[in-house]
T-cell receptor, first 115, second 110 residues
Framework: DTAVSQTPKYLVTQMGNDKSIKCEQNLGHDTMYWYKQDSKKFLKIMFSYNNKELIINETVPNRFSPKSPDKAHLNLHINSLELGDSAVYFC??????????????FGAGSRLTVL | KQEVTQIPAALSVPEGENLVLNCSFTDSAIYNLQWFRQDPGKGLTSLLLIQSSQREQTSGRLNASLDKSSGRSTLYIAASQPGDSATYLCAPGGTDKLIFGTGTRLQVFP
C-alpha cells in the first residue's frame, strides 16, 4: 500500500498549457511538501502545508498554485507552463510541522516535460 | 541562507570497500540532519535522521555522524555492495524545511 502517491508519473505538454499534479498520503501525517528536482538533480522545496495551512512558499512564481483540500492531499496546479518548468516534482509528507525528529516520506515523483 | 555541499560528487568502487561520504553546511542552527538515498528514476528513501543533540546514528551497515558546530556530517557505508549504488543526499533541517545537498552518486561494481 503506497504511503505517498503522486499522479501522473509522467506528463508531457506544450508551453502555455495548464496542468495539475496530485498527491495523496495515507500515513496520517499533518504536513505535506512539494519539492522540485531540476535537470542537475538539485532538489529544492517549493511549498509546505500543515493541516491545510500554507507554511512555506519558497519564492515560487505565482503560476504555481498548491491546493490542500484536506491534510491527506496536496495538489499542484501550474498555469501557463514554460520550458523551464520541466523537472521532476516530488511530493513528501512528515508527521508534523517542524524538523525535530520528523522523517520525510517521499512519493515516486512526477516527471513534467514542457515542449 | 543554508548552503549544503557534498563531496565527492561521484564515487565508483569495487564491492567490499568501506566508504565515507561527506556533507558540509553553512548554517549550524539546525534541528536535525537526514540522509536519503535516491535510485535512478525513483523517489527518495530516508536512511538516517540525526537530531541536533545527537552525534551519530546507525542502521545496519550505515553510520552517520554529525558535528553541528563545524557544519559537517559523514555517512559511513561498511562493506559496500552493488545494491548500494544510488545517489546519496544529505539534508540539514531548519524550522520547517530541509535543504538538500547536490548529492554523491555512488556506483559499487562486483
Amino acid at each position: 500500500d503506497t504511503a505517498v502517491s503522486q499522479t501522473p508519473k509522467y506528463l508531457v505538454t506544450q508551453m502555455g498549457n495548464d496542468k495539475s499534479i496530485k498527491c495523496e498520503q495515507n500515513l496520517g501525517h499533518d504536513t505535506m511538501y512539494w519539492y522540485k528536482q531540476d535537470s542537475k538533480k538539485f532538489l529544492k522545496i517549493m511549498f509546505s502545508y500543515n493541516n491545510k495551512e500554507l507554511i512555506i512558499n519558497e519564492t515560487v512564481p505565482n503560476r504555481f498554485s498548491p491546493k490542500s483540500p484536506d491534510k491527506a492531499h496536496l495538489n499542484l496546479h501550474i498555469n501557463s507552463l514554460e520550458l523551464g518548468d520541466s523537472a521532476v516534482y516530488f511530493c513528501a509528507s512528515s508527521q508534523n510541522r517542524g524538523s525535530g525528529a520528523n522523517v520525510l516520506t517521499f512519493g515516486a515523483g512526477s516527471r513534467l516535460t514542457v515542449l | 541562507k543554508q548552503e549544503v555541499t557534498q563531496i565527492p560528487a561521484a564515487l565508483s568502487v569495487p564491492e567490499g570497500e568501506n566508504l565515507v561520504l561527506n556533507c558540509s553546511f553553512t548554517d549550524s542552527a539546525i534541528y536535525n540532519l537526514q540522509w536519503f538515498r535516491q535510485d535512478p528514476g525513483k523517489g527518495l528513501t530516508s536512511l538516517l535522521l540525526i537530531q541536533s543533540s545527537q552525534r551519530e546514528q546507525t542502521s545496519g551497515r550505515l553510520n552517520a555522524s554529525l558535528d553541528k558546530s563545524s557544519g559537517r556530517s559523514t555517512l559511513y557505508i561498511a562493506a559496500s555492495q552493488p545494491g548500494d549504488s544510488a545517489t546519496y543526499l544529505c539534508a540539514p533541517g531548519g524550522t520547517d524545511k530541509l535543504i538538500f545537498g547536490t548529492g554523491t552518486r555512488l556506483q559499487v561494481f562486483p
